[in-house]
């Protein structure tokens, strides 16, 4: 048995017509899991008893176990849930005005390694299942009094675009309107640069946002502090986002961690600088949030804002991100699985 969150609603609709039953009662099975977040076929009113017993023959409903939830100063959540085979995750949500925006994690653990993120530090696991990846959502949405999440980042724990069909299939779920009804647009995936899962998104035929992990603007930097570099250098991932971003008309985001004495240095934000001019490109710098375990330093003020400078000069739009939650692990490249305490 499988839980009904792994069906797109293609498959159950599939499912019904080889039941010979309504292709309506799979929208209507849809409206009760994801908007009146039903936790069982017996709640399904609207559909006949034999509908019902046979729904609950074939799936079940699973569930994440809330193991701790920590709050900030800011407002920012952290959840750490337990999954139905002992492993961990990590989901935060970072409230704003107008915006409740839950950063979603997509595997246990992380085989990729960079240097200076906590995630892949217990090594990889195993890849979420797409109701693992919804369930976050909804389980996030119960936490919230008066209104919903309106934003997805996949900047969780895991690389997205590893975990390409259930991550896929989760956002198809959480996009179509008779599910969680969370608008393309403002849906963002995160990945460390796996050039063919980009050009393989590109052909979705869906308004994503694409964030790239950068970190570092030659070969040399890139591969020390993120390992996926030597397969995928920065000339061939450059081009593919150009590629994504011309396909999809959306405007490619890329994430720079400033970090002390490796990547702030004004020759790195001119390098940065000559990789973006032209293009549909846009960065966020961030302020390392360091990690326990880790060496790694937050570059100093005056270099932050002189890197900003450059690259506002050469025209490239460029933003400073305010880190949340960092006084829970929440922020950028905190999130880990190894703590249950």
């Known amino acids: ?39 069982s076929f017996a709640e399904m009113t609207n559909l006949s008893l034999d509908l019902r017993k046979r729904c609950k023959e074939k799936f079940i409903f699973q569930e994440l176990k809330l193991i701790k939830m920590q709050e900030s100063t800011d407002g920012t959540k952290k ?32 085989k990729y390694g960079c240097r200076f993120c906590a995630s892949g530090l217990a090594g990889f696991k195993r890849n979420l299942l797409a109701w693992e990846i919804i369930a976050q959502v909804l389980e996030i949405n119960k936490h919230l009094a008066k209104s919903r999440v309106s934003h997805i980042v996949f900047m ?29 647009r403002r849906i963002t995936i995160s990945t460390s640069g796996l050039i063919p899962a980009i050009e393989r998104l590109s052909k979705e035929g869906m308004q994503i946002e694409l964030s790239i992990s950068l970190h570092a603007s030659d070969d040399k930097a890139r591969s020390q502090l993120m390992p996926v570099n030597k397969k995928y250098p920065l000339k061939e991932l450059i081009t593919g986002c150009k590629k994504y971003a011309f396909v999809t008309g959306r405007q490619v985001t890329f994430e720079y961690a400033l970090l002390k004495e490796i990547n702030s240095s004004r020759q790195s934000a001119e390098n940065l600088a000559k990789l973006l001019k032209g293009w549909n490109a846009k960065v966020n710098l ?17 270099e932050v804002l002189a890197f900003r400078k450059l690259l506002e000069d050469a025209r490239i739009p460029v933003t400073i991100r305010k880190p949340r939650g960092k006084d829970i692990d929440a922020a950028c490249g905190q999130l880990r699985i190894s703590r249950k305490t």
């Open 79 to 110: 959840f750490l849930f337990g999954l139905e085979d002992d492993n961990l995750i990590e989901s935060v949500l970072i409230p704003a005005e107008g915006r409740n925006t839950a950063c979603l994690s997509t595997q246990v653990g992380c």
């Open 156 to 184: 969780g724990i895991g690389e997205p675009l590893d975990n390409y069909n259930n991550v896929l299939k989760a956002i198809k779920i959480i996009n179509y309107h008779g599910g969680l009804n969370i608008g393309a």
């Open 1 to 39: 048995m499988t839980d009904i969150r792994n069906y797109s609603l293609e498959e159950l609709e599939q499912l019904f017509k080889d039941w010979k039953a309504s292709l309506y009662h799979a929208q209507q099975v849809f409206s009760w899991v994801y908007q009146k977040e039903a936790a």
């Open 286 to 302: 961030l302020i390392y949030n360091p990690v326990k375990d880790l060496p790694y330093e937050p570059a100093p003020g005056p």
